[in-house]
């Protein structure tokens, strides 16, 4: 993990590319509350609180796997379909829509859990690993 990681930036800034350790942490952290939340909260408090949890976590994850996407060399926008195909799904998927959801999801697993971001500087910023390592 690099040690310059800005934690608060991960969650709040689409901006930059991030490393595959502290994308899986914060999508973990990112996961972890939206499943606790579903847990603990009553259904009543779940329809009153909802409306601000969710797009919260909906933005925080929007920007982690944006970071993510920038560092594999892609664009952000295709953090909507990840969202999207999480959102379908959550949280027991149903039907055949959801197992096509879920073959997006798998993907994404992939591309931003397994694969390594492109060596050197991209459109998106510099090897968050290797910052001083120059062009591709």
Same mark, same amino acid.
């Not at 990112?30 to 909260?41: K, N």
């Given at each position: 993990? /690099?040690?310059?990681?800005?934690? %608060?930036? &991960?969650?709040? /800034?689409?901006?930059? +590319? @991030?490393? +595959? !350790? ?7 952290? =990112?996961? $972890?509350?939206? *499943? ?7 259904? !009543?408090?779940?329809?009153? !609180? %909802?409306?601000? @949890? ?9 920007? @982690?796997?944006?970071? +993510?996407?920038?560092?594999? $060399?892609? *664009? ?6 990840? &969202? ?10 149903? %039907? ?7 073959? *997006? ?8 859990? =397994?694969?390594? %971001? ?10 968050? &690993? +290797? ?6």
């Amino acid at each position: 993990m /690099s040690a310059q990681t800005d934690w %608060g930036a &991960l969650f709040l /800034s689409a901006n930059g +590319r @991030v490393a +595959r !350790t502290p994308f899986l942490i914060a999508a973990a952290i =990112l996961l $972890g509350v939206a *499943s606790i939340y579903e847990a603990v909260v009553g259904v !009543t408090l779940h329809w009153l !609180t %909802g409306w601000f @949890v969710y797009p919260a976590l909906i933005y925080a994850g929007a920007c @982690v796997l944006s970071k +993510r996407l920038h560092d594999r $060399g892609k *664009s952000g926008w295709w953090a909507a379909l990840v &969202l999207a195909a999480l959102v379908a799904v959550w949280p027991q998927p149903i %039907g055949f829509l959801d197992f096509l959801f879920g073959v *997006s999801l798998i993907w994404a697993a992939v591309e931003l859990g =397994l694969l390594g %971001g492109e060596e050197g500087a991209n459109r998106y910023g510099p090897n968050p &690993l +290797r910052p001083g390592l120059a062009g591709t």
